[in-house]
Nanobody
Framework: QVQLVESGGGLVQPGGSLRLSCAAS????????MSWYRQAPGKEREFVAA????????NYADSVKGRFTISRDNAKNTVYLQMNSLKPDDTAVYYC?????????WGQGTQVTVSS
């Protein structure tokens, strides 16, 4: 079945960096817009960043603009989220999502904890 598998989460100090990856399989990755969402304890899931199917267009939540960068490698069926200047408020489970006209797929999430 369709799989989206996130990795790269972990514990990092404020000001540090992490790079998340989301590996896709069993669907035509290059036809899907991809995005990252996050959910902190007790809060609703929120949009973080998105990238078009070709990678030519990106957009970001205001809270991460200038600190996070989304990218994709269609040859590797993988989308990335480079996170710099991390803050404690960035602590959350991060999910990737694939979306086409017909389908939407979610990964299982990876935990990011920003703490000293």
């Amino acid at each position: 079945q369709v799989q989206l598998v996130e990795s790269g989460g972990g514990l990092v100090q404020p000001g540090g960096s992490l790079r998340l990856s989301c590996a896709a399989s069993r669907f035509t990755f290059s036809s899907y817009a991809m995005s990252w969402y996050r959910q902190a304890p007790g809060k609703e899931r929120e949009f973080v960043a998105a990238i078009s199917s070709t990678g030519g267009s990106t957009n970001y939540a205001d809270s991460v603009k200038g600190r996070f960068t989304i990218s994709r490698d269609n040859a590797k069926n993988t989308v990335y989220l480079q996170m710099n200047s991390l803050k404690p408020d960035d602590t959350a489970v991060y999910y990737c999502k694939g979306r086409s006209v017909l389908d939407t797929y979610w990964g299982q999430g990876t935990q990011v904890t920003v703490s000293s």
